[in-house]
């Protein structure tokens, strides 16, 4: 089991800037894969970023130059900085844990923060 708590949503201006934080407990060994997803009012959740277990990391084409993320081992915590905010940015952004456990078989799971609201004003 892997346990998620986001924080550092808000409100900001278009253009502005705001860091997302997911705070990982539990089975942290297990966790191969972090990202961030964000569910805008009235659409799916998307995929925003990754960053693998060594480090590798992608972006929607959405998000790409100007959100960054990142990973501090030692606390166990994910980052999503976020640089020129736009309004079409708006929504609840989830952090997420993809887990691998090899036991007699493989077990994936995935495992998904409380959520963080993020609106941007035009």
């Known amino acids: 089991q892997v346990q998620l708590v986001e924080s550092g949503g808000g409100l900001v201006q278009a253009g502005g800037s705001l860091r997302l934080s997911c705070a990982a407990s539990?089975?942290?060994?297990?966790?191969?894969?972090m990202g961030w997803y964000r569910q805008a009012p009235g659409k799916t959740r998307e995929v925003l970023a990754q960053i693998s277990n060594v480090g590798s990391t992608n972006y929607a084409d959405s998000v790409k130059g100007r959100f960054t993320i990142s990973r501090d081992n030692a606390k166990n915590t994910v980052y999503l900085q976020m640089n020129s905010l736009k309004p079409e940015d708006t929504g609840v952004y989830y952090c997420?844990?993809?887990?691998?456990?090899?036991?007699?078989?493989?077990?994936?799971?995935?495992?998904w923060g409380q959520g963080t609201q993020v609106t941007v004003s035009s």
């Open positions: 539990g089975s942290i060994g297990s966790i191969k894969t």
């Open positions: 997420n844990a993809h887990t691998i456990v090899v036991v007699t078989a493989i077990f994936e799971s995935d495992y």
